[in-house]
């Protein structure tokens, strides 16, 4: 995003997510982020820097740093839609996952 | 009241806020696009990243190389605050393609933000804070309802930790609504109109709490070096600095205005459209930069070189003193811009550049620009500065001619000096006539003076006084050649008289010798007769005796 610091925390994994402390939300973010695949978690009261570089304005918020970029801000309840907008490889079992959505 | 304040940065405003913004409480400039708010952030910052004070500006819309842009384009050495860390920017505008699934918090902005303000090891509560649209922020992700609550938290937060705080809003109902009632301890609303073609900011300030701050709307305007007030003066006073007369060069000015012009002291030239007013302007620039003081004249009327070939006409060279320095020509257009910024920039080049003079020909362009309350409230405020400044300020009113003569402007309270120039009608053609309506604290001349602009310059002449009235100009020569002629002949008169007072005695005299002499002949031939006469008589009795006693008597 035209950053100029690389992400101090940056462990080289494709999906990053930033959360805040952890509330119900945060723990539920992380919960939905594991289904996907392995993701670097950053709590960013310990790593403002972090937040700083990847201009994060909201809690949860998911990054894929890939070659393919994509930001969703939220709790990733509906992870169908997650898979959908994070696209290949993602969206691969999209039917076997529907299961994964929060319940409440 | 226990309230500590901050400079702002921008001229003119610490004043309007009774010392600046509040310290460690978030203030709100709200506006419409493109009035100047982030300028306003930009100062703040700026000023405190002069101080040594860590700032921190927040985008949400701007792209942080434009700010950097924006502070360089201020003057400010932005590259080395940044090294210095003095200075940095938070991008905190919204990435595109970013979607929302789920809930979310935004107290991660806060995080940020205190990293930043902290960066030098310092508490984020020592440091500035800007926020530039931060409604911006609030509609990142949901324009309705959720960020609305997290903005008022920010804020909350951010009074809280005690940080000295500038946000913009852009001038909608939603961020009045949701900012300013709750959230905000101080709101300065900018506010731009165009009337007549021309751009008008002010600036007015909403909300305060805890401090007497102004009440009005104050104009403010925006030129290359950011946003500027005009200054406000001290209201108690001590600003009659008015120190000692000099003299304006030209004898006669200074006999009719009783010695001179006061330094620091203020003088208002009025008169209808020809009578002089530039000419008298042109004389006293001579006069006063030959006194060796610097002068600043701006004229709206003429560029340099027409104004200064119209005074090489009647005389009066002013080259020598553009060329030692003494004297600057500023030419400005009326239409330029609006009232309030011409005044702020004369205020703000008396300020920078502390000439000794200012001639302002002629301030009633200003008042195309405005109402005439406000032209005047601006004129008030700008003599004010002048005089608190000890600037000899020196004031063009020109008069329509359906004005009766009247001043539109009336400000004599404010003024030391206040020349008439006139034209008076007579016989078939105008002369030009000058007063002096008023001179404070001087002896000045109360008799109206002939005003004439010769080839040598401004001559000052006495009227024709005589016959139980005042004349001027041609009938005043008609007048005084008939009453040469009249003289003339009295005078030859006189000298018959004087030379017949001298002969007549001699006149007299001689023909009084004549008659003595014609008596003396006459009493002369009369005794001569009356004593032939004894004579012969005596002769006769002696003759009658002796023929008696030759008879032998009776």
Not at chain 1, 63 to 78: F, N, Y
Not at chain 1, 80 to 103: F, I, K, M, W
Not at chain 2, 126 to 151: C, H, K, M, S
Request: proline share 4%; aromatic share 4%; glycine share 10%.
């Amino acid at each position: 995003m035209g950053s100029p610091f690389p992400p101090s925390s940056c462990k080289g994994q494709a999906l990053r997510l930033f959360v805040f402390g952890q509330s119900e939300t945060m723990r539920r973010a992380i919960r939905n982020a594991k289904a996907l695949g392995p993701v670097d978690v950053i709590d960013v009261r310990e790593n403002p820097a972090a937040a700083e570089a990847d201009r994060i304005l909201a809690t949860p918020t998911l990054i894929r740093a890939d070659e393919m970029p994509a930001r969703i801000v939220g709790d990733l309840r509906d992870l169908a839609a997650v898979r959908l907008h994070l696209g290949p490889p993602y969206d691969a079992d999209l039917t076997g996952d529907a299961s994964e959505s929060p319940h409440s | 009241m226990g309230f500590n304040q901050v400079s702002t940065g921008v001229p003119g405003l610490d004043a309007i806020l009774a010392g600046g913004y509040l310290e460690a409480s978030p203030t709100l400039v709200m506006g419409q696009p493109g009035c100047g708010k982030t300028l306003f952030l930009l100062q703040f910052l700026a000023d405190g990243a002069s101080r040594g004070i860590r700032s921190v500006c927040a985008t949400c819309t701007e792209a942080p190389e434009r700010l950097d842009d924006y502070m360089r384009a201020l003057g400010h050495p932005v590259d080395q605050w940044t090294a210095d860390g003095l200075f940095s920017i938070i991008d905190l505008r919204p990435v595109p393609g970013e979607v929302i699934n789920g809930t979310m918090d935004q107290s991660v902005v806060k995080v940020r933000l205190d990293a930043a303000l902290s960066a030098n090891g310092g508490a984020p509560a020592d440091g500035r804070l800007a926020i530039d649209e931060l409604n911006r922020l609030a509609y990142a992700f949901d324009p309705l309802g959720v960020a609305r609550d997290q903005t008022l938290s920010l804020l909350r937060e951010l009074r809280d930790s005690g940080i000295t705080t500038l946000i913009s809003s852009a001038d909608t109902q939603a961020a009045r609504d949701s900012l300013v009632d709750y959230a905000v301890d101080a709101v300065i609303e900018l506010c731009q109109t165009v009337e007549k073609r021309l751009m008008t900011r002010t600036l007015r300030v909403t909300k305060m709490r805890g401090v007497a701050h102004g009440t009005n709307e104050y104009p403010f305007m925006i030129d290359e070096s950011g946003p500027s007030l005009m200054p406000v003066t001290n209201l108690e006073g001590h600003h009659r600095s008015r120190s000692g007369m000099v003299g304006t060069g030209h004898d006669r000015l200074d006999a009719l205005l009783g010695g001179g012009l006061y330094r620091g002291g203020s003088l208002m030239i009025t008169g209808t459209s020809g009578c002089g007013k530039s000419t008298l302007c042109g004389q006293l620039s001579a006069g006063l930069c030959a006194a060796g003081l610097s002068l600043v004249y701006t004229t709206y009327e003429q560029d340099q070189g027409e104004l200064l070939h119209d005074f090489a006409g009647v005389g009066i060279d002013l080259r020598p003193c553009l060329t030692n320095g003494k004297l600057r020509i500023e030419r400005a257009r009326s239409v330029d811009c609006g009232l309030e910024e011409h005044l702020i920039r004369l205020a703000r080049m008396v300020e920078k550049d502390h000439p000794d003079a200012l001639i302002i020909d002629a301030v009633t362009s200003m008042t195309d620009l405005g109402d005439p309350i406000t032209v005047k409230s601006m004129l008030l405020r700008l003599v004010d500065i002048c005089k608190s400044r000890g600037v000899l300020i020196i004031m063009v009113e020109l008069l329509s001619d359906s004005q009766d003569s009247v001043s539109q402007i009336g400000m004599s309270s404010l003024l030391d000096t206040w020349i008439r120039l006139e034209l008076h009608r007579q016989a078939g053609e105008y002369v030009r006539l000058i007063r002096v309506l008023k001179s404070r604290g001087a002896n000045a001349s109360q008799q109206i003076k002939e005003f004439n602009i010769t080839s040598q310059g401004v001559v000052i002449g006495d009227p024709y006084a005589g016959g139980g009235s005042f004349v001027f100009g041609t009938e005043k020569l008609v007048r005084e050649q008939a009453e040469r002629q009249e003289f003339d002949q009295k005078r030859r008169r006189l000298e018959r008289l004087k030379q017949e007072l001298e002969v007549l005695p001699n006149t007299f005299s001689a023909r009084n010798a004549q008659t003595n002499i014609e008596r003396d002949k006459t009493l002369d031939a009369l005794r001569a007769e009356i004593e032939d006469l004894e004579q012969a008589m005596d002769a006769a009795g002696r003759d009658a005796r002796v023929v008696s006693e030759a008879r032998g008597g009776t």
